[in-house]
Nanobody, 121 residues
């Protein structure tokens, strides 16, 4: 199986920055795409950013120009640099990845436990 552990969340004032990290570990053969999602109280979970193994990225319109996703394939880790944070960014952020387990023929999606990001205005 695959375990995803997020870190880097916390409390920050509006306009500040945070960097989230997510490290994947387990008995997987390979990891394909990785991404970040978030869920605020009373709202559905939404995609924030995602990155392919080749480095292609996609961002939600609400974070374009402020957030940057990157990954270190050697470390099986994905990062989310969040700048110019707004109160609207307050949410639990979840790491997501598609990984193929040893002896498996297909990829499965896995989720981290989430890390709280709170932006005070």
């Amino acid at each position: 199986q695959v375990q995803l552990v997020e870190s880097g969340g916390g409390l920050v004032q509006a306009g500040g920055s945070l960097r989230l990290s997510c490290a994947a570990s387990g008995t997987f053969a390979s990891i394909n795409g990785m991404g970040w999602y978030r869920q605020a109280p009373g709202k559905q979970r939404e995609l924030v950013a995602r990155i392919t193994s080749g480095g292609s990225t996609d961002y939600a319109d609400s974070v374009k120009g402020r957030f940057t996703i990157s990954r270190d394939n050697a470390k099986n880790t994905v990062y989310l640099q969040m700048n110019s944070l707004k109160a609207e960014d307050t949410a639990v952020y979840y790491c997501n990845t598609a990984a193929r387990l040893v002896a498996a023929k297909v990829f499965y999606e896995y989720w981290g436990q989430g890390t709280q990001v709170t932006v005070s205005s």
